[in-house]
């Protein structure tokens, strides 16, 4: 491939490096050009053009994507067709996302120009969130290198999504006289709220004394009754092998695997079954409905992953987990983070059904589209990067963020509500990011400077509290949302956004009065014209 500036009239059958306007024409980056194009471009006023030619052996980006990802062997996801180079491949359903980490780590190695990135291995998804993406970094690739990698991808699965089935549980609690059943009854209920998200369902619960032959005679009585027999202690695990629960399993006439896991908060974990079903001993995070290693072994159990002693064994990379602000004693204090991971979320994928026909984020403000005017606000700022949602006409969106230093987070189903455009933002913020600022594409008034002061305020609440932008004491944007409340985003549904979501987890909420910026958006053509936009076609 030949790449850089050639005088326009040699430009026919090139593909354009740059996006560029020629008068009332615009060009995307990747374009063909045509003898029509060469002429237009020569009346612009265009000597020359930055392009790229390819060789006889030179295989087309988007070509070269497509071919990979039918040779890419991989179950329970769909694959939309490529784009600029990029297959972005979306999950068909509820479920965890298993990965061949060897085989993408080979393809990977084979040449920089191809590159296959996916989810981490056992990620909860949801229908619709994008789990892999395979993209060519040049305008082509070629044939010998593509011919090596689809070699290599053909050889086994790469990844899967595998559906959540659903299971039928019995939960056996046992009493103390310290333990009140209000304690009792929030466990239950935050146990069937646990299950929901697999459809599965509590069938029975039976409340015992915490002794080894009590909890032994309900678990012989309920496990014919279930799928699962999931058992609450009154007190804490003391022992692996002799304190009530491992005691009552083996009672029963079960085993005991593991006593213990490598996940904090998790740790007191009992996996055990009796006549092929399982039978956990929950440690006693499980009664918070926050995120805790529980889930993470439940979540494999309803995809019907399988799950042995050695599986726990291997969960303590990752298992130090954030710590849950409820805990009523924390391990100990968090340490301020001076410099928080937040990246920033741009929401750009509405479809601006106010005004009429233009897209908003399009608007011109001084010359300069509005949703780059939002992202250049953001890079200039403290943020750890930007994520920009689109859905809405994507391709526009894109080709107005050209240069930057942003990564896409596609919605494809971005006309359900802005629940779907948080999902999809926050699916894709880095791994270390402490939190994530949400911050709307259409509030032009906001500037580098009250990111940073959000960022701040975050940091003096120990990355533990929701961060609001406000004005005169109304709560407004952007906000910044704790990585503790990123599993409750996954399950947003509709036209919910981040307000409802603080509203419902009771997080400490922090203040930021930014002045007039938090308040101002330009959902209609009078909004857009007051703030000094100019809407275009």
């Known amino acids: 491939m030949k790449f850089g500036p050639v005088p326009v009239g040699e430009a026919e059958g090139a593909i354009l490096a740059h996006s560029t306007v020629a008068g009332a024409k615009r060009y995307r980056k990747a374009h063909l050009l045509t003898a029509e194009d060469v002429e237009i471009l020569r009346e612009a006023g265009f000597e020359e053009v930055i392009v790229a030619v390819l060789d006889d052996d030179d295989i087309e980006e988007n070509a070269a994507a497509d071919r990979l990802t039918e040779v890419l062997s991989f179950s329970g996801a769909t694959a939309k067709p490529a784009a600029t180079g990029r297959v972005n491949i979306f999950a068909d359903t509820d479920g965890i996302f298993t990965v061949d980490r060897a085989l993408v780590d080979a393809v990977n190695r084979v040449d920089p120009d191809v590159t296959l990135a996916t989810l981490a291995e056992f990620a909860p998804v949801v229908a619709g969130q994008m789990v892999a993406t395979v993209k060519i970094i040049p305008f082509a690739v070629k044939q010998p290198v593509l011919d090596k990698v689809l070699e290599l991808a053909g050889g086994r699965q790469a990844f899967a999504v595998h559906a959540y089935r659903p299971l039928s549980v019995a939960v056996v609690q046992t009493v103390l006289p310290s333990i009140k059943a209000s304690v009792l009854d929030k466990t239950l209920r935050v146990t069937e709220e646990r299950l929901a998200r697999s459809g599965s369902s509590v069938v029975v619960e039976k409340r015992t004394l915490h002794a080894a032959a009590d909890v032994a005679r309900a678990i012989e009585e309920l496990a014919p009754q279930s799928d699962m027999v999931l058992v609450f202690g009154a007190s804490a695990m003391s022992d692996p092998e002799d304190d009530v629960i491992p005691a009552a399993i083996k009672a029963s006439g079960g085993h005991v695997y593991r006593s213990g896991m490598p996940v904090d908060p998790g740790n007191l974990f009992v996996l055990g079954?009796?006549?092929?079903?399982?039978?956990?001993?929950?440690?006693?995070?499980?009664?918070?409905?926050?995120?805790?290693?529980?889930?993470?072994?439940?979540?494999?159990?309803?995809?019907?992953?399988?799950?042995?002693?050695?599986?726990?064994?291997?969960?303590?990379?990752?298992?130090?987990?954030?710590?849950?602000?409820?805990?009523?004693?924390?391990?100990?204090?968090?340490?301020?983070?001076?410099?928080?991971?937040?990246?920033?979320?741009?929401?750009?994928?509405?479809?601006?059904s106010r005004m009429g026909g233009p897209n908003k984020l399009l608007a011109s403000f001084d010359g300069k589209p509005l949703v780059r005017r939002a992202a250049e606000t953001a890079l200039a700022s403290k943020a750890a990067g930007v994520v920009v949602v689109t859905g809405h006409q994507r391709e526009r969106v894109e080709e107005a963020l050209a240069g930057l230093g942003v990564s896409f987070a596609y919605n494809p189903d971005f006309a359900t509500g802005l629940a779907s455009s948080l999902k999809a933002g926050i699916a894709n913020v880095p791994q270390d990011a402490t939190g994530a600022m949400i911050v709307l594409g259409d509030m032009p008034g906001i500037a580098?400077?009250?990111?940073?002061?959000?960022?701040?305020?975050?940091?003096?609440?120990?990355?533990?509290?929701?961060?609001?932008?406000?004005?005169?004491?109304?709560?407004?944007?952007?906000?910044?949302?704790?990585?503790?409340?990123?599993?409750?985003?996954?399950?947003?549904?509709?036209?919910?956004?981040?307000?409802h979501l603080v509203e419902a987890e009771g997080l400490d909420v922090i203040d930021v009065e930014i002045g007039e910026a938090a308040a101002v958006d330009v959902d209609t053509p009078e909004a857009m014209s007051r703030a000094g936009g100019i809407l275009q076609g």
Do not use: Y
């Open 273 to 352: 079954e009796r006549e092929g079903k399982p039978v956990w001993g929950a440690p006693g995070c499980a009664r918070s409905p926050k995120a805790n290693g529980f889930d993470w072994v439940l979540d494999r159990l309803t995809a019907r992953l399988g799950l042995t002693a050695d599986d726990i064994a291997g969960m303590g990379v990752g298992g130090l987990l954030m710590e849950i602000p409820t805990r009523p004693q924390p391990r100990e204090p968090l340490p301020v983070p001076l410099r928080p991971q937040v990246p920033v979320v741009l929401l750009a994928a509405g479809r601006s």
């Open 448 to 499: 580098d400077m009250d990111i940073n002061r959000l960022i701040r305020a975050f940091a003096k609440g120990e990355g533990k509290s929701v961060v609001r932008a406000t004005h005169e004491g109304r709560r407004g944007n952007p906000v910044i949302l704790p990585r503790s409340l990123f599993g409750a985003v996954a399950h947003l549904e509709g036209d919910t956004g981040a307000r």
